[in-house]
């Protein structure tokens, strides 16, 4: 079986984000960016059902400009078996993405689908939801658990739900979605990093996935959120309650 791991290159998650001057986004020039954490998880979880002889090949895929293809070869290094670059310099946004998986997947074929849970620029959490929804295929969202039984063709996902822990059945082929403690992500080690230089990433255009890039949001305005005023010192109890009663009318 084969698992297909959608990632995205993101700005790095530590750096502090700087909206650009004309309101248009925010800055990417000379900043740090990486692998959306979530999705390093979701790689991390498709290369352990991998080791444990669940899976017979990895593909990463990654969909944007060419900077791209550096977040495809940190997922190789890391142990992704292929790379393929779905490649255009057009803002993606959910609906395009997933029906470029959708598209994606009827060419490789995938028994398994693994995204992460969310993005942590755009903060969509969408993407995974549409493409199983296109597929018609089984969705185990904000996974913290994912076990296979090759056999019987099924995935059981443990999701952390208000109420509790969830676990759901999935009969593959499924999109699963990684939450925050499904794995600790291993490190690419110095020498896959090297090996992965050398590693061919196949590419595509939207046109060739016969997906055609629909304008489905338009950004209107992106600015800083408003700054937070200062804290103070209060000398009593008396007069912090003063304060949240009269000042602040929080009680
Ligand atoms: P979102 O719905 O935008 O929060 O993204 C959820 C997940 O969809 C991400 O963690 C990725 O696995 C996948 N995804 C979204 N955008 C892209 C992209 N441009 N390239 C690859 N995967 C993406």
């Not at 991390?44 to 991998?50: F, G, P, T």
């Not at 670059?85 to 997947?105: C, E, G, M, N, R």
């Not at 010192?233 to 309650?241: R, T």
Request: net charge neutral; glycine share 6%; hydrophobic share 45%.
């Amino acid at each position: 079986m084969k698992i297909m791991v959608a990632v995205k290159r993101v700005i790095d998650y530590a750096v502090k984000i700087r909206v650009k001057p004309d309101k248009t986004g925010v800055e990417t020039n000379n900043v740090k960016m990486s692998m959306n954490p979530f999705c390093e998880i979701a790689l991390e979880e498709a290369l352990r059902i991998k080791d444990a002889g669940n899976a017979s090949e990895v593909v990463a895929v990654s969909m944007g400009g060419p900077l791209c293809a550096e977040t495809l070869r940190t997922a190789m290094a890391m142990g992704a078996d292929r790379a393929i670059h779905v490649s255009t310099d057009t803002s993606l946004y959910p609906l395009t993405v997933a029906k470029l998986l959708q598209s994606l997947v009827a060419i490789e074929k995938p028994g398994l689908l693994m995204l992460g849970k969310q993005a942590i620029d755009d903060d969509f959490n969408q993407t995974g939801q549409m493409v199983a929804g296109l597929l018609r295929w089984p969705q185990g969202t904000f996974a913290s658990k994912v076990e296979l039984d090759k056999e019987k063709g099924m995935a059981t996902v443990d999701r952390e739900v208000d109420g509790g822990l969830e676990t759901l059945c999935l009969a593959l082929p499924a999109v699963i979605t990684s939450d925050l403690r499904l794995n600790q992500p291993r490190y690419a080690t110095l020498p896959n990093i090297m090996k992965a230089k050398s590693k061919p990433i196949k590419k595509v255009t939207p046109e060739e996935l016969q997906v055609q890039i629909m304008p489905d949001l338009e950004v209107l305005e992106v600015v800083e959120p408003p700054k937070r005023k200062s804290g103070m010192m209060v000398s009593s109890v008396d007069e912090l309650i003063n304060k949240l009663k009269n000042e602040a009318y929080v009680i």
